[in-house]
């Protein structure tokens, strides 16, 4: 199995998991899969484009034997608040329980503290007690009042943050 960062030219393998991911676990993620369905080609490639996304990002893929398992995003919105941001994390259903979300969760968090920031955040549904349970296995906490997964959703998320420097606010 393999971990490595994608950018604009694998494209297509990154549009093909997003949508898989969106169809498969509706109920993980904020976007829909009607939504980012309807996305043109140049919107995929500006996602990962360098010079157009967010200046710090860690887009993710796993692979097994050259076929793409997972995906998951380290992004720092604004380097002033030192806070990196985890979204679109994934893995294919026949792999699931064998590492493979532990393994990019692990690459993120090392990229955060190299790059020297004191927090990861992210959101979880409160009903996905597989993802939540991975993530207090690396020490992250709740913090925050829950909130809709979407508008008019029944869906609750919980804000969680993970401190990476014992000096962190
Ligand atoms: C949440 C998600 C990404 C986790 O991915 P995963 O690859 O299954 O996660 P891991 O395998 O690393 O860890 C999950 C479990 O496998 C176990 N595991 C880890 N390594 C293992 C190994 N080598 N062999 C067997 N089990 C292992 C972990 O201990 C954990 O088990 P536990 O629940 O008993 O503690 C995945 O379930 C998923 O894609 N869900 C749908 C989308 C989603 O909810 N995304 C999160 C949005 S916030």
């Known amino acids: 199995m393999n971990i490595r ?3 604009k030219e694998d494209w297509a393998i990154y549009r093909d998991l997003r949508l898989m991911s969106l169809q498969d676990s509706p109920d993980s993620f904020g976007s829909r899969f009607e ?3 309807l ?5 995929w490639v ?3 484009n360098p010079d157009n996304r967010a200046k710090y990002a860690l ?3 796993a692979e097994l034997n050259g076929v793409a398992i997972g995906l998951a995003w380290g992004l720092l919105h604004n380097p002033q608040d030192k806070t990196a941001h985890i979204y679109q994390m994934w893995v294919s259903p026949d792999v699931r329980g064998q590492g493979v979300g532990s393994l990019l969760l692990k690459n993120i968090i ?8 004191d927090y990861i955040s992210l959101a979880v549904t409160t009903i996905n007690k597989q993802a ?3 993530y207090e296995s690396y020490g992250f906490e709740p913090y925050g009042p829950l909130e809709k997964l979407r508008e008019a959703s029944m869906i609750s998320v919980q804000p969680m943050k993970l401190k990476l420097c014992a000096t962190a606010a």
């Open 5 to 7: 960062v994608i950018n």
């Open 35 to 37: 939504q980012e369905s």
């Open 39 to 43: 996305f043109s080609r140049d919107e």
């Open 46 to 48: 500006t996602r990962l």
């Open 59 to 61: 887009p993710l893929i």
């Open 110 to 117: 090392a990229w955060a503290k190299d790059s020297d920031l």
């Open 132 to 134: 939540v349970k991975l």
